[in-house]
């Protein structure tokens, strides 16, 4: 219907905005993050995901902070590392 409703100047000027600007990642990534959604809400009715759940370029992001148990253990498990205890003193 677009295409019917529109001049031949129209479609020239889109012609010449796409060859310049062809498909921005943010475009595709919002195309891609509002499908996925709508296939999950075909499938299951009742779910807390917004079309921003699906997005590739932004993730959400987890502020969990690691415990000092698990930097420790991270850090040791460096081949090559060498752990400095603080001197007893």
């Not at 012609?15 to 990642?25: I, P, S």
């Not at 253990?73 to 400095?84: F, N, P, Q, T």
Request: with cysteine; aromatic share 8%.
């Amino acid at each position: 219907m677009m295409l019917a409703g529109m001049t031949s100047t129209e479609l020239g000027e889109w012609a010449v905005f796409y060859r310049d600007h062809y498909f921005q990642d943010s475009l595709m990534d919002a195309h891609f993050s509002n499908l996925s959604h709508l296939a999950v809400s075909l499938m299951c009715k009742k779910h807390d995901l917004t079309p921003a759940s699906f997005s590739l370029l932004c993730p959400k992001t987890v502020d969990i902070e690691p415990s000092d148990e698990q930097l420790m253990s991270l850090a040791e498990s460096i081949s090559g590392g060498m752990r400095y205890v603080p001197a007893s003193g």
